[in-house]
């Protein structure tokens, strides 16, 4: 069973410094499920200049308790995201997904990010970078779809088909099983989008305030606690971010 | 800046991503697009070290597996969707 999930959001950010955040986007206060983040391969394409980046996120957390109770065990999982940037047609796409007990649960997140034509062009004062050869509106649009898709119980329910007469109510029981999971996982993933956003904007806030320099010393130095305590009243209570 | 998943990479890490983010915010989005020497250089030597602790912890081959594979465009021969590079 596959499920989509689609929503749209835009940043009042230039498209380069959104980018920009994304790449600086852990940690932050609402990231403290996730544990590290390392890049598995960087290149850019000799023809199209683009710029192709897959990194690797162990992220840790609680899982929903339903899904708990039939996959108790997991506690942590590898994400697997691949980024393009393309700054001759200004976007940027990625796709984030689970490696691991994806034999159960499957998830896909697709994002694109261009500049916001509904936003107004910048004046110099706002402008992303002196020197910059871009003029990005004042806001970037971001596009997500996440393809959801949990597939317990259909390899179960295939290799029973012929006894589907006798066993139907157990394989009616296993659906409902998937249903659950689904449920859950589907509004958790929203959850876990809008925490995604909020990071982001916190660490696009830092960048205007403080600059590129400052940011990478401070998260490499107290991590988010420190931000907590610049951003007094921001990212409480976010701790214990679900995995899905 | 994140963590690595091995904290014997961590110091690697951490002058690859500086150099990135820096080459990155100065040279890639203000349009050069040339590759910079001196962070090919950091991530080399950070992959090494990273390489290593993934085949460590057994996970190596699942994610070279994975990265053949785009969810997107199953059902295409392996390696199909690949950059000269890879």
Known sequence: MVKFFESTFSYDYQWPAVTLAYFLRYPNPYSTHVVSTDTLDMHIDPISGNLHITRLHLKRGKLPKTVARFIPKIKESYILEKSVVDTRHQTLSTETRNLDWNGVLSVVENQVYTPDPSAKSTSAATHWAPGSVFTSPAATLVKTVVKFESKLGAARRERTEERRGWLGNWTAGMGGVRGTIELVGKSSMKDGIQRSREGMKIVLEQLRERGLVRIVKEQRQGGWERWKKVWRGEGQGVDGGEMI | ?86
């Open chain 2, 1 to 86: 800046m994140s963590a690595s998943l091995a904290p014997e990479c961590s110091e690697r890490k951490e002058r690859y991503d500086t150099c990135f983010i820096n080459w990155y915010s100065e040279k890639y989005l203000r349009g050069h697009t040339e590759p910079s020497k001196e962070c090919e250089a950091l991530f080399k030597d950070y992959k090494i070290c990273l390489n290593k602790a993934l085949k460590e912890k057994g996970i190596y081959n699942m994610i070279e597996e994975a990265r053949k594979n785009s969810p997107n465009n199953e059902g295409q021969p392996p390696g199909s969707s690949c950059e000269p590079s890879c």
